[in-house]
Each structure stands twice: as structure tokens, then as C-alpha cells.
């Protein structure tokens, strides 16, 4: 986790109260993560409320979704909405390589993406958790409506990095072929040059 800046956000009593008796999960760039009383709920504190209403705008328009987390309440600069329980993907794949079921489950969300016409279609490894089941959650959707990547490419430079893309681009060419040879081009490019 990243070490904590001090911040300070005042919070509606709702919160305050959740936040008695909840317990530390994490950390990021835009804020804190607890795990609430009931362990099927988390409460993100965020330290802007334009970034906590743009992630709301993300959660809202994708409630429909399997992959990413219901929201049950919101403030200025917080969130609560379902615990993503699991592992890490990056940490998943550390341990135990990519298989096929979690290989077809990415592409699988990059495909649910889509639907949801996002113009990013792109997600860091270490914002997906993988569950029991295989089945992908995503936990911090960030600008999918706002920037525009028409292929996953922070998710393959972390493929590449856990020494697993060709496995996977692999995958993409049997249950994706349509996009195969565009998102092969472009991340062995971007990998080359660093040229986006």
C-alpha cells in the first residue's frame, strides 16, 4: 500500500459513524478504503470530491454490471458500495500463471467494456480482483467516459511485466480474433517505443 498523506475531510455524521467501526483495507493516489461492520460493504474516503463524483458517474452508469461493485450510499467525498472480495489480479497471476478461465474472463470485462461504451478500454491489473470463481470485479474505474484508449493497454504492460502478455495475446486470438492483430500491433509498439 502507498504510505498515507495527512488530509483531513469533514464528513456528514453517516460516515463518521460507519467509519467507528470499520477497519483499514488500503490506500491510493485519491484516497483511503475500510472495510465496514458487515464485511460486505467498503467505505472510500476520497480527498477530492470531483474525483469522488466522477467514480460515482462511473459506478452509477455501470450498475447493471457484474463487474463492478453496487453502490449502497454516497457523500461529497465518499462512497459505500460492495466489498470486492478476492485477490489481486497481478498477485493471482504471480503465484500461478494465466490459465485460460482467467485469460477468457479479462477479455470477457474488455468486451463488457465496451458494451458500456467506454472510450477507455483499459484498466490496470491491479484494479481487477479475481473472486473464487474466476469471475473478475473491478474495484477503481477511473475516466472510462473522460479519456480515450481503444485497446487495454495498461492491462497488457502489466501482463507483459508478470512475463505473461504473449500467453494471454494468444488467448485474445482464439475468443477475440476481431481485435487480435490491432492490440498485438499497438502494445508491441508501445512496449518498442513507448509510443501510445
Request: net charge positive; aromatic share 14%; with cysteine.
Amino acid at each position: 500500500m502507498k504510505k498515507r498523506d495527512g488530509y483531513y475531510i469533514q464528513l456528514d455524521n453517516a460516515a463518521e459513524n460507519m467509519l467507528r467501526r470499520a477497519n483499514f483495507l488500503g490506500c491510493g493516489h485519491n484516497g483511503i478504503v475500510y472495510l465496514l461492520e458487515d464485511n460486505n460493504k467498503v467505505i472510500k474516503i476520497f480527498k477530492s470530491k470531483y474525483v469522488c463524483r466522477s467514480e460515482y458517474n462511473i459506478l452509477q452508469k455501470t450498475s447493471k454490471s457484474k463487474y463492478f461493485p453496487k453502490i449502497y450510499s454516497h457523500g461529497l467525498y465518499y462512497i459505500v458500495r460492495s466489498y470486492a472480495e478476492g485477490e489481486r489480479l497481478d498477485y493471482y497471476i504471480k503465484q500461478n500463471g494465466l490459465d485460460e478461465k482467467v485469460a477468457k474472463n479479462i477479455i470477457n470485462l474488455i468486451k463488457e467494456f465496451q458494451k458500456l461504451k467506454f472510450t477507455k478500454l483499459d484498466i490496470r491489473c491491479k484494479d481487477l480482483y479475481l473472486c473464487k470463481d474466476s469471475s473478475i470485479k473491478v474495484i477503481d474505474p477511473k475516466n472510462n467516459y473522460s479519456k480515450c484508449c481503444n485497446y487495454p493497454r495498461h492491462l497488457m504492460k502489466g501482463l507483459d511485466k508478470l512475463g505473461v502478455l504473449d500467453e494471454f495475446l494468444e488467448f485474445v486470438k482464439e475468443d477475440y480474433g476481431e481485435v487480435y492483430e490491432d492490440w498485438n500491433y499497438k502494445i508491441k509498439r508501445y512496449l518498442c517505443r513507448g509510443i501510445k
